[in-house]
């Protein structure tokens, strides 16, 4: 292939950073919000050919850039995890919490990603989720793909998803505790109280403060237990790159630059590029940010990106294809 051929001649090249499972939507969505622009340019053209035609014998001016859009090979999704999520081994704090569950002190658990679902589902597996129905604890999930994760995984239905999918979207929705509740460390807590004040937060080890201190404002107690952490990803799939293949990507060690970075969270960002360090912002690709805390990020580090509407994949994929 000519070294010299521009992203559209050659097909893009989007670094995704997440696993070929999790990205399989994100992938599909591309290929259609691909296959939907090249099929709008050519209409764009000829409705600009129509508007030069005037005095030049019906030639317009025809637009090289459309021609290779048109030509063009779809994307290339490239998966990269960069991370992967540990379950912490079971403390007795932790093998404990099914039984404060199921007495009623806490009103709320919430979860603020798959990764913390499948960590509670191996650390508690069924007990949790009839430790929810005994105690009368409702569910409050950050986003859809959360929601069904916690169905698919813990047989439990979300009571509450907000319409932005983040810990500030959360925060934004969530009302404080009626009147008259309790929290866990009130003398009065306990089986006999019948309104919690109290929000079990189940997270990373990375997690930002910002859903445990936004609950305290709003008036609610919070616990907080730490569920996983996160650990590099050496060990991955068929088909997906290391953490240490898509460094070498990113410094052109093995083959072209990624024309896109398609970013899920500020850790996996700082992941990629902290074993790129004499990389400057310049020589990044372009950035898809999946939120606002990934945009944040990417502003501290001076990187070119968009922010996508929203972490749907539909929405990632016309992020994406905006940046080709």
Not at 104 to 116: D, E, K, L, M
Request: aromatic share 4%.
């Amino acid at each position: 292939m000519d070294e010299e051929q521009r992203p559209a001649e050659r097909g893009a090249t989007v670094l995704l950073t997440r696993s070929a499972a999790q990205g399989a939507a994100f992938a599909h969505a591309l290929a259609e919000e691909w296959e939907a622009e090249r099929a709008a340019k050519p209409s764009a053209r000829e409705s600009t050919s129509e508007e030069t035609r005037e005095g030049d014998n019906g030639e317009g001016p025809r637009d090289p850039s459309q021609d290779r859009l048109r030509n063009a090979a779809a994307p290339r999704v490239l998966f990269a995890p960069l991370q992967q999520a540990r379950t912490v081994p079971a403390t007795e704090e932790l093998r404990g919490a099914p039984t404060l569950l199921e007495s009623g002190v806490y009103a709320w658990v919430s979860f603020t990603s798959a990764h913390t679902v499948r960590a509670c589902a191996e650390l508690w597996g069924e007990d949790f989720a009839r430790a929810v129905h005994a105690g009368g604890a409702r569910i409050a999930c950050v986003g859809a793909a959360t929601a069904r994760a916690v169905r698919a995984q813990l047989g439990l239905d979300a009571d509450f998803q907000p319409s932005v999918q983040s810990a500030a979207g959360m925060l934004a929705e969530l009302e404080g505790p009626a009147a008259g509740a309790v929290s866990t460390d009130s003398a009065a807590a306990g089986p006999a109280s019948t309104k919690p004040a109290t929000v079990l937060v189940l997270e990373g080890s990375n997690a930002r403060p910002t859903l445990r201190e936004g609950l305290k404002n709003l008036g609610w107690s919070v616990t907080a237990r730490v569920l996983y952490d996160m650990v590099p990803a050496e060990r991955v799939e068929p088909g997906e790159l290391s953490l240490s293949a898509a460094r070498a990507l990113l410094r052109g060690a093995d083959a072209p630059n990624p024309d896109v970075i398609v970013a899920t969270a500020p850790s996996r960002l700082h992941a990629l590029l902290d074993g790129a360090p004499a990389l400057g912002p310049e020589s990044v690709p372009p950035v898809v940010a999946i939120g606002a805390t990934t945009a944040s990020a990417c502003r501290a580090l001076n990187l070119r990106h968009v922010q996508a509407d929203s972490p749907s994949p539909r929405d990632l994929a016309r992020a994406a294809v905006s940046l080709i």
